[in-house]
């Protein structure tokens, strides 16, 4: 037996619930692991809340992410008591995920465990810290570097945005977050490395098709008028990595800042990255985060608390990351 947080949808209605589970009951792949860590993400969040149509399949485990032991495998890559981490793959939407004491999965979604990093810290980084760590690797494939000027980060209070600002600040760049909290002034600055801070108020209105140039680049998780606006103040071929939703799917946007200012919308998905990919982004972070930066980022609850968790990051309690303790 393992417990697990679970969705149900039936006639009794949605509902998310700590339950007790036989080992039989996990899905059929090829690799099983007893789970040490989980973390909750903004799309556990409304998975969990009932709050946006993430689940496609029920019941479900949800959890986005994990890192745990090998119990068992039938896949080459894995033998028993390897450590791997897992993120994406419709994991926690489509296939049941990690905020359970066991999980089984498919080997080729999985990825060893950086050596530099421990199991909770690579947990304390996750979806949101790969999927920053994606966002800076698109920014520099298209030629952005310090040098350049400026790059503002959006919900930068948030997890993938505190793990941008953090990323690009130990880069050398200069970095203008965007935070809708004013209290989170010192952490971004004094913490995380931002040089400044502005209101995220300047950019979540119908705004003009063209702005003042502000910034070389922009990591933006918000989309809808924020990334309009943050594409209209983009300077003169710049980039702009966008990886969310948070404002709203839609992009009220011109096609002026793409032909007037040959400025480039580099999207990122974290979710179906390739393996390889994933890898580089992996050994990256290993490289440019230490235990005391995720520290500051993270805070530790157990699986028992994991509900109450998203409702509080839906209501924007939560600063960085909330690893959830699965043992």
Not at 10 to 18: A, I, M, S
Not at 68 to 86: M, N
Not at 299 to 304: G, V
Request: with cysteine; proline share 5%.
């Amino acid at each position: 037996m393992f417990t697990a947080l679970v969705i149900e949808n039936d006639e009794q209605g949605y509902r998310t619930t700590l339950k007790n589970l036989n080992e039989s009951q996990l899905p059929d792949h090829d690799v099983t692991l007893d789970v040490t860590y989980s973390t909750l993400n903004y799309k556990d969040a409304l998975a969990i809340c009932n709050k946006g149509p993430i689940v496609r399949q029920f019941p479900m485990v949800p959890g986005i992410d994990f890192v745990g032991r090998v119990t068992a495998s039938r896949h080459p890559e894995w033998q028993l008591d390897d450590v791997a981490l897992l993120t994406g793959w419709g994991v926690g939407e489509k296939q049941w995920g990690g905020l359970a004491q066991k999980a089984s999965v498919s080997g080729d979604w999985l990825v060893e465990v950086p050596a530099t990093l421990s199991p909770l810290q690579t947990m304390a980084i996750g979806t949101a810290g790969f999927t920053a760590m994606l966002c800076v690797m698109a920014l520099e494939k298209q030629g952005i570097t310090p040098e350049r000027g400026p790059v503002l980060v959006t919900g930068a209070s948030g997890g993938v945005g505190s793990f941008s600002v953090s990323l690009l600040a130990r880069l050398g760049f200069e970095v203008i977050a965007a935070s809708g909290r004013a209290s989170d002034e010192g952490y971004l600055i004094d913490t995380l490395g931002a040089r400044s801070v502005i209101d995220r108020s300047e950019l979540s209105q119908p705004g003009k098709p063209l702005a003042k140039e502000r910034w070389a680049a922009a990591i933006d998780s918000v989309g809808s008028h924020t990334l309009s606006n943050v594409l209209a103040a983009t300077q003169r071929d710049g980039v702009v990595a966008a990886c969310g939703m948070a404002q709203g799917l839609d992009l009220p946007a011109s096609v002026a800042p793409f032909i007037l200012r040959g400025v480039t919308l580099a999207g990122v998905d974290s979710v179906m990255c390739p393996k390889p990919l994933r890898q580089q982004a992996w050994q990256r972070l290993g490289e440019l985060l230490n235990g005391d930066t995720l520290t500051k980022l993270t805070t530790l609850i157990p699986l028992s608390e994991a509900k109450q968790g998203a409702q509080d990051l839906l209501d924007g309690k939560v600063r960085g990351r909330l690893i959830v303790d699965c043992r």
